[in-house]
């Protein structure tokens, strides 16, 4: 069994210390023999064994036989369609919700702030929508997942309300005409300048043609999806390299089938990457057989959109493991730089301090 975290004071010892065969701290710092010591949620030490400058008591020390990294984060997911419990335990420490009811979502991202059986939430909250836009008519989405706007200016007094609440700097727009009607280039314009002047960026979900066109054009600043739904131009994607982001969700157009749909999405994100585009790793956990925890699949199709192991281990996590940092690791049994299913072997798990799985 794990010990208890050991209560801060001035000459108290550490909460856990770490140590595991080899380890990935950040883009470059690749170390065998690993030490992580930590503070409470944050970290105080991490790096070879043999530089550690201080001591630890016997008890708080913590062996795990494999390869250790920081936490994993999903930057696309809907929560409350999944386990938080579950997501956490599989590896992911930290995901980004990315629409759903406010009131619901919002209260569970300030519950994940403290003991909180589940990964760091953060939310967008209601995604922007035209009437009787998607997702105002989804299935999936409960009531307030949309936020219908009529004209520029409420599509602004939406963003400034939205931003209002205080929780996390986006903003999510649904620009989805496989379902229904879109908004207009004069509200996506108002929407992409109002979150700008308060320092917030704009994702888009982007499904139709000409769809990712309209966005870029506006100003907005990520795919929340791949776009899948057609062959974007090389001149579109050379021109939004340098300043957007596109988030993966590739698997929920295969769940290990070959598609078209996956082909296309493939293709797009291959020619953004080599153009000099960024990819973040999400999953759209929630939509279809999609599960809590590191995706394997999702990994592996990203690997075929040309991410490097090393530029994938940077691509799904999102701050290295160092001083001051957030007490947020996973150890895997294998390691992913060599054998990329070792995603799929989640044999510890730390979040904000506290293990959640796994430590003899």
Not at 168 to 177: E, P, T
Request: proline share 9%.
């Amino acid at each position: 069994m794990l010990p208890p975290p050991t209560p801060a004071g001035d000459n108290a010892p550490v909460s856990i210390a770490l140590r595991a065969p080899i380890g990935w701290l950040g883009p470059g710092r690749l170390v065998e023999d690993v030490l992580v010591v930590t503070g409470g949620a944050t970290v105080e030490f991490a790096g070879p064994r043999r530089d550690y400058p201080g001591e630890y008591a016997v008890e708080d020390l913590v062996r795990v036989d494999g390869f250790l990294m920081p936490g994993v984060v999903d930057r696309h997911v809907h929560i409350g369609l999944s386990d938080p419990g579950a997501v956490v335990r599989g590896g992911v420490t930290a995901v980004r919700d990315l629409g759903w009811n406010p009131d619901d979502v919002f209260r569970d991202a300030e519950a994940s702030e403290g003991p909180f059986d589940g990964p760091l939430i953060r939310a967008v909250g209601p995604i922007v929508t035209c009437p009787g836009g998607y997702p105002s008519r989804a299935a999936w989405a409960p009531p307030g997942t949309a936020r219908e706007v009529k004209g520029p200016e409420e599509a602004a007094a939406a963003v400034r309300e939205i931003l209002g609440l205080g929780h996390i700097s986006v903003i999510k727009v649904a620009l989805n005409d496989d379902a229904g009607p879109t908004l207009s280039d004069e509200d996506l314009l108002a929407i992409c300048e109002t979150a700008h002047q308060q320092d917030a960026i704009v994702t888009a979900h982007v499904q139709g043609a000409g769809q990712a066109v309209r966005a870029a054009g506006a100003g907005v600043d990520e795919f929340a999806h791949c776009p899948w739904s057609e062959r974007l131009p090389d001149e579109l994607l050379a021109s939004i390299a340098g300043r957007m982001r596109i988030v993966s969700t590739l698997d929920i157009h295969s769940y290990g089938k070959d598609t078209p749909e996956l082909h296309t999405a493939l293709d797009n994100l291959n020619r953004f990457l080599a153009a000099g585009g960024s990819v973040a790793y999400g999953t759209d956990l929630g939509n279809g057989p999609i599960p809590p925890g590191i995706h394997v699949a999702e990994i592996w199709h990203l690997r075929r959109a040309g991410l490097s192991p090393e530029r994938l281990l940077e691509t799904v996590t999102f701050r290295p493991l160092d001083a001051g940092e957030p007490a947020d690791v996973v150890v895997l049994g294998g390691n992913p730089l060599e054998d990329l299913n070792a995603y799929g072997r989640v044999k510890f798990v730390m979040r904000a301090g506290r293990p959640v799985r796994g430590g003899q």
